[in-house]
């Protein structure tokens, strides 16, 4: 699973896991009936304390997007709904949005924004080619 978050941030870590746990639901990159590695597992491959991503499931099994089975894992809910084509768009423009007021803010200038995007999109998908 592949899930990115940066302490930097200022956001908690627990509500970075969180989000992106969600955003992968929705997005439908995590299936319903899928089961999710193990809370320590987890929290080993992102190198975050335990109890911070139990925090961020258990917000997730609170909205009703995970469930847990003692004894044999959490799983995505067989229940959860998928972001259409438009709520999806609209999720990511959002995301495009505060980045790109971001890096206005500070001053970058979109060439290089452009660049070093499609540079992490490589990167994060291992994709040889990505059209602009």
């Known amino acids: 699973m592949h899930l990115r978050i940066d302490p930097n941030s200022g956001v ?3 509500v970075q896991i969180a989000r992106g746990l969600r955003l992968a639901v929705s997005s439908g990159r995590l299936s319903p009936g899928e089961r999710l590695p193990g ?6 491959s992102l190198g ?3 109890h911070t991503v139990r925090r961020a499931l258990a ?3 609170a909205a009703g997007i995970l469930e847990t089975r003692h004894g044999v894992g959490t799983f995505v809910t067989e229940r959860v709904r998928l972001l259409s ?6 999720l990511v423009r959002a995301h495009l ?3 790109a007021e971001d890096l206005a803010g500070s001053g970058v200038d979109a060439e290089r924004a452009e660049a070093v995007l499609l ?4 990167r994060a998908l291992g994709a040889r080619r990505v059209r602009p």
């Open 48 to 50: 975050v304390n335990f």
């Open 12 to 14: 908690p870590l627990a």
């Open 97 to 99: 949005e505060r980045l």
């Open 85 to 90: 084509p438009a709520e999806f768009r609209a």
């Open 39 to 44: 809370s320590r597992e987890l929290a080993a």
């Open 59 to 61: 917000e997730l099994e």
């Open 119 to 122: 540079e992490e999109w490589r």
